[in-house]
Every structure is written in C-alpha cells, then in structure tokens.
C-alpha cells in the first residue's frame, strides 16, 4: 500500500496477513496465560488476604489492556506481533495513537464473537489491507516492520511495480554497506525526483548518502589525511542512480 506524505513523500506499507497475524494473537494468548496462571498461583498463596475478588481484576485488565499498554509501550507491538516481525500504525503509517489502540482492541469481543474470530477473518480476507473491524473503527494498519523479512510476493511485485524505467542508462553500483528498508525507499524516493532536481542540487542531496555507501568500496571519495572530498569515478548522483537501479530491478 502506497502512503504519501503532505510533503509529496511516497513510501510503501506492508499489510501483515492472517496468517502471521493469527501467530501473533497465538502467541499473545500464550503470554496472557502464563501471566494468569502466575497470578492463580500468587492468589493461592495469599487467598485469606485476598481472595477471588483479586484474580477477576486482574483477568479483567489482561482481556481489555494488555493489547493497548503494549502497543502504547512498545511502538504498536505486542510480545507476539514483535516476534512475528509486524506492528500496528495508523492508516498513514503514523505511530498509533491511544485513542485508535483503545478503540481496534475495545471492538476484539466483535470480531471474535465466540471465539471463533469468523468475523474477524471474513473481514480480513475481503478487505485490501487485510484490517479486522477494529482496525477499520480506529484507522488502524498492521504492517510488517522494516526488520523483518517480507514474503517473497511483496519483494517480487516491489521491484516489478515499482521499476523506474529510466535508471537503465546509469551503470550498476553496488554500495558498500548492506541496505536496510530504510535506505532503499530513499534511494527510491530520490530516484523518483531525480528529474525534476538540477544537477548540482541532486549532487548536493546524494553527497551525505554517497561517501556511507562508498565505504569499503575501491571508487575513492574521502582523502583520509584531510577529510576534503577527492574526485570519485562517477557523481554522487549518479553513484545514488546506479545504486538505486540495482535495487530497483531494472536490467
């Protein structure tokens, strides 16, 4: 899913699907038992202090916080969604907001009436971005984080979609350091605004970003006696381009 910014910035989200999804929420229902189960225990221990009253408040809070403390805490994951790799935003790819986190978990009961969760998969299936009806509720978005590793249909559709036709009169580079997901939407993303750039001004932009990926490189930029840029064998716009098309899958 394409999201542009009000900045004319353009970068592309990764709806998680269900079943990664539902490894996530089984996982989570994992640690949710092992907390009430310690909590059974600790209740035992002190039952003439405390008695049932103590273990149906703390079930109560794990059923409809645990879910909204975690997101809030943890950048949109919960234990199960960060060791699925996936976490919740906004529509717009914005960090969720307490109201959006209290709300998609406050509508769980609708989507898993019974516990069946069928509500929530026919939803799921039959919507683009694979949102349950809390997510739609609180323009929410469960997407893959930028560390995980994507299933093979979204790399190959992101070069054959996303093929900037152009780069092939730029010859192939290859950077020095590994590039994270980061990297490659803004190599992309200048890229996609190299034409309407000056040449200086484009060179100016890639100079920060060509002396990183040049590093361990044979192409010389930086004299290391006085820090003063020498000339390398390509610009650095033109070094950014050729990396760009090497990522970008244009032969």
Not at 32 to 38: D, E, H, T, Y
Not at 47 to 57: C, H, K, R
Not at 116 to 129: E, K, Q, R, T
């Amino acid at each position: 899913m394409a999201v542009q910014t009000p900045e004319g910035i353009e970068y592309i989200l990764f709806p998680a699907g269900i079943p990664v999804r539902a490894c996530a929420w089984g996982i989570d229902c994992l640690v949710r038992g092992v907390i009430l189960f310690c909590l059974l225990i600790f209740t035992s221990v002190f039952f003439e202090i405390m008695g049932l009253w103590f273990l149906f408040i703390m079930n109560f809070v794990l059923d409809w916080f645990y879910y909204v403390v975690f997101e809030l805490v943890w950048n949109g994951q919960t234990p199960g969604k960060r060791i699925m790799g996936i976490r919740v935003v906004g529509s717009d790819g914005t960090p969720v907001a307490a109201g959006a986190s209290f709300l998609r978990n406050l509508l769980r009961f609708a989507d898993g009436f019974f516990n069946l969760y069928l509500i929530a998969f026919i939803c799921m299936s039959v919507s683009p971005g694979f949102r349950r009806i809390g997510d739609w509720a609180g323009d929410t978005l469960v997407i893959y984080t930028s560390r995980s590793r994507l299933p093979r249909r979204f790399s190959v559709s992101l070069q054959n979609s996303g093929a900037i036709l152009w780069l092939k009169d730029f010859p192939l580079q290859t950077p020095g350091i590994k590039l994270g997901y980061e990297e490659k939407q803004g190599l992309l993303m200048f890229a996609r605004r190299y034409p309407l750039l000056g040449r200086r001004r484009a060179d100016e932009i890639a100079r920060p970003w060509a002396v990183l990926l040049r590093q361990n490189t044979t192409d010389p930029v930086i004299n290391r006696d006085d820090s003063r840029p020498e000339s390398p064998s390509v610009s650095d716009s033109d070094y950014l381009l050729g990396v760009t098309r090497s990522i970008n899958g244009v032969l």
